[in-house]
């Protein structure tokens, strides 16, 4: 398998991965979500292909908004894992792995089908929303992985 051109990734892509529940204070939990190490890598974000599907989501129903990102090697994504990115025009996106694979078994590159989650909102540790748009611009502004 070829590998991915740097060039090709222009996207910057925020990784999380679920914590624990915490009490809500109502008697219900929440989901919290903790960054990945690195919690940040540039991907290549481009449409599946049917090749990709028939690889990556053999005998699962597909749905729309589906996206192949492709980056380094990361040991800790898995299908628990979202992503977060801003596309060109600066609007933000959130989607959740529903398929991880690791051509040739090399831990060169990993590669994720994903599905984009639109006009979710996404609970962060100490409560709130997670609001893609305020985390994404303060990693880009900064410089500085978040």
Partial sequence: MKKTPIGQRSHLVQLQNPGPAVSDGDGGTTQTWFALTPASVFAAIRPPTAQDLERLAAGTVISTGMRVITFPFHPQVSTQTRAAWLDPAGRSHVASVTGVDNPEERCI????????????????????????????HRAFNTGVAV
């Fill in 109 to 136: 590159e990993t590669v994720c089908l994903c599905v984009e989650l639109l006009d979710a909102v996404l609970p962060v540790i100490g409560g709130g929303a997670f609001n893609p748009d305020a985390f994404l």
